[in-house]
């Protein structure tokens, strides 16, 4: 019994459950299913008898429209739901006449810049871009759906000069956003061309659910090149040189490090060797990330 139990227990007091939500499955039920869901298709004998039983006492209308699952081929398989998982959580969003979407998640906002890519319109550019940032609304009302993204959306559409795009974009966006059960706000275009949209926060977003922070880059989305580390290895010896009366210095490091002290920084490396007169090895790590290095004194 954990700590805090124990004080219940030994002060004499009775636990009680006060709330619990429903399960997953009956939550799908109870939340997302309207009048425009064709079919509720499931795999789980269990999920069956307890969505058509909830279904039956609050959406007698969906009670129809749930059907047990039972072929061979897996549900997720069948209807490409993991590879709908995997571009959910892609930072890309391919629009369908070549545009896209990049989604980028922080913890005070969300930013969403479209991109012509390679769309190139029949008349002219000022058509094209239109074209894409109208595409674009549609696009960015159902990843904030299906992300389920919320708090500060800031979207930085393509400009445009015309004023008759911005307002026919404007209103593109609060058509395809009053589609969402979620309390939004939008603002209109700001003096620096960019849409403020607000979202209620209704739960975790789907990466925050499905992912965790890198531990490689730190949730940063990138890491150093194997330059810079070889630049930070080079700086640790020099301190060590005058710290300590080693005999030599050995590198650990990965391979793309070691590569590049070998080829595009050999010159410096032996700039480094002449400087603190001590000789200096290599040796590779392949369990090393890219960032991680040693540099062990001999």
Known sequence: MGGYQAQIAALGLRQSLLYEDLPLAVRVLRDMVSDHTDRI??????NYGKMVEFAEQYVQSAVDKIERYSG?????ELHGIENEID???ARRV????GGYLIIDQTEAMTTIDVNTGGFVGNRNFDET???TNLEATQSIARQLRLRNLGGIIIVDFIDMDNDEHQTAVLAELAKALARDRTRVTLNGFTSLGLVEITRKRTRESLAHVLCEPCPICQGRGEIKT??????????????????????GFRILASQPVI???LDEESQSLAMLVDFIGKPVSLSVESTYPQEQFDVVLL
């Open 41 to 46: 298709i499931v795999d789980s004998t269990e």
């Open 259 to 261: 590569d590049m002290f």
């Open 87 to 89: 571009k959910a959580l």
């Open 94 to 97: 391919n629009l369908k006449f």
């Open 226 to 247: 194997a330059q810079t580390v070889c630049y930070e290895i080079q700086r640790e010896i020099v301190r060590e040189a005058r710290q300590f009366d080693a005999k």
């Open 129 to 131: 871009i239109f074209k």
């Open 72 to 76: 061979e081929r897996p549900l997720f």
